[in-house]
């Protein structure tokens, strides 16, 4: 009877070593968050605040998710393709955060089932990635720019040009890259201070840029125009100089212009996006469904002048603009 009795004892014990192992385990192991971006300047830069947000925001959970950054190209090929696929089923993260849209789509195209948090400059709902910004869907939410910091560029284009009759909206993106419905007619016109007739350039290269300085195109506009994208980085200085050389007002998308010789320039306030996915991941790790975790859009914004480069075009900004720039370079 006693040694039945130590028999079962110890069979009970070695069930409640073996829950409670399982239970640690369970307890110790972290979530997962890969971390995607393209190799470009600002890249260390974001890699290091998504860092400290995640820090900030989880110092006191008991959730301690770990991040891991994978470094990508954007060029859709094959071999990106399989890279990147490879890499995440590898990894099989719990959720996945891109700074880069074209990465996240790529993601969202291998169908793995997984949270998908991405940075987006446009409206997600025009381009039908999503259906609504407050509940999203396709498994995707995130921080936005939208249609907003558009607007809110071209408004104070038109407080430097209030006679501007047309404008010229001039788009440089890779050949395979699908032109943004974001720029249509219907979009602008909801405003009435810039009911304006609009006309629309593209080009993916300088070669074709250079070419568009010295055709009759260029001219046909009382002002210029600049979307921001990510393929613009690589032609800033090339830009915002051939602008300037050929004395044609334009407005651009990023103050960094402005030391290249723009004469002005407007862009959203995105020092917060890790702070907003750093909240989106917690709210995940929570069990909040992802449709129910709405895209954030981005409502601070600044606004930088070239004074000489202003004078260069012709034009001399009142100074009531003046005392509202962020950033005026004499």
């Known amino acids: 009877m006693n040694g039945q009795r130590r028999r079962i004892i110890r069979i009970a014990g070695t069930l409640l070593a073996g829950s409670l192992l399982s239970t640690v385990r369970a307890d110790t192991r972290k979530p997962l968050v890969v971390y995607l971006d393209i190799d470009r300047p600002i890249g260390p830069a974001n890699w ?18 770990k991040l891991i950054p994978i470094i990508a190209k954007a060029d859709r090929s094959d071999e990106t393709r399989l890279k990147l696929r490879s890499d995440i089923e590898e990894l099989r993260p719990t959720i996945v955060v891109s700074y ?39 498994g995707m939410t995130g921080y936005v720019l939208g249609t907003s910091s558009l607007v809110k560029r071209r408004e104070m284009l038109f407080r430097l040009m209030p006679d501007c009759k047309i404008l010229g909206i001039f788009d440089l993106r890779p050949e395979d890259e699908p032109k943004p419905v974001t720029y249509n007619d219907s979009i602008i016109e909801d405003d009435p201070f810039i009911k304006v007739k609009k006309r629309f350039f593209y080009c993916s290269n300088a070669v074709e840029f250079e070419k568009f300085l ?38 651009f998308p990023r103050l960094a212009f402005l030391n290249m010789g723009a004469m002005a320039a407007h862009e959203p306030d995105t020092d917060d996006f890790a702070e907003v996915f750093a909240r989106q991941i917690a709210a995940l ?43 005026v370079i004499q």
């Open 100 to 138: 880069h849209p074209a990465l996240a789509f790529m993601v969202r195209e291998f169908k793995l089932d997984i949270p998908i948090l991405f940075f987006y400059v446009g409206d997600p709902v025009a381009r039908g990635l999503t259906n609504s910004l407050v509940r999203p869907s396709g």
């Open 48 to 65: 290091e605040k998504m860092q400290r947000a995640m820090e900030r925001q989880f110092s006191a959970s008991r959730i301690k998710p």
């Open 214 to 251: 010295l055709g009759p195109v260029v001219r046909s506009v009382d002002a210029w125009d600049m979307p921001w994208n990510l393929f613009v980085t690589q032609y800033m200085q090339g830009i915002a100089g051939g602008f300037s050389r050929i004395r044609m007002p334009a407005m």
């Open 285 to 327: 790790l929570d069990g909040v469904p992802i449709e129910n975790i709405p895209f954030i859009r981005s409502t601070r914004y600044k606004f930088g002048l070239n004074l000489t480069a202003l004078r260069n075009v012709g034009l001399s900004p009142p100074k009531s603009l003046i005392k509202v720039a962020d950033v």
